[in-house]
Antibody, heavy 114, light 107 residues
């Protein structure tokens, strides 16, 4: 069955970066884009952007340009999102999802605190 | 960006009730509307796609409909396992945008 397995929770200091992963299984990885979504209590669900898993092309929500960098490793069927220059506002749960968001990873909690 | 206005923000209902949640899009999104269910500590689960199509494994008491720019999710007979937060999503234009959510609680 389709599975998206995300990496574990992150505790990071302000100004640092984190890189979270999303490993896909149960389908042909390059047949679907991978999207990333941020969830906070205050802002709800926000769409960060997507990566074309075949070409590596990306499309970012303007709000997350410069904050998120999406990459992919086709050899391991894994998508990555790096979050840089972290601030407390980046504390959230981050999800990866397949295609039209028909399948989701379990989420990664990122906590930014000194 | 396309704004999705979802209502109500919360509601309480009894088991067996018919429940309807609505989203309105700020511009034409055709049928590019999905509904998601999220339970505490879990990832969102897609329930409806293409405005009216039931996702695989979703109980038939769930349905989606469209009237102009208003989209609705209906649960025909509420069960205890349906208590959750429901979100709508437009996927016609990037960035995709979500409604603010409807928290459904048991009365």
């Amino acid at each position: 069955q389709v599975q998206l397995q995300q990496s574990g929770a992150e505790l990071a200091k302000p100004g640092s970066s984190v890189k979270i992963s999303c490993k896909a299984s149960g389908y042909t990885f390059t047949s679907y884009y991978i999207s990333w979504i941020k969830q906070t209590t205050g802002q709800g669900l926000e769409y960060i952007g997507y990566i074309n898993t075949g070409s590596g092309g990306t499309n970012y929500n303007e709000k997350f340009k410069g904050k998120a960098t999406l990459t992919v490793d086709k050899s391991s069927s894994t998508a990555f999102m790096q979050l840089s220059s972290l601030t407390p506002d980046d504390s959230a749960v981050y999800y990866c999802a397949r295609g039209q968001l028909g399948a989701w990873g379990q989420g990664v909690m990122v906590t930014v605190s000194s | 960006d396309i704004q999705m206005t979802q209502s109500p923000s919360s509601m309480s209902a009894s088991l067996g009730d018919r429940v309807t949640i609505t989203c309105r899009a700020s511009q034409d999104i055709g049928n590019y509307l999905s509904w998601f269910q999220q339970k505490p500590g879990k990832s969102p689960r897609r329930m409806i796609y293409g405005a009216t199509n039931l996702a695989a494994g979703v109980p038939s008491r769930f349905s989606g409909s469209r009237s102009g720019s208003d989209y609705s999710l209906t649960i025909s007979s509420l069960e205890s396992e349906d208590m959750a937060i429901y979100y709508c999503l437009q996927s016609i234009q990037y960035p995709y945008t979500f409604g603010a959510g409807t928290k459904l609680e048991l009365k």
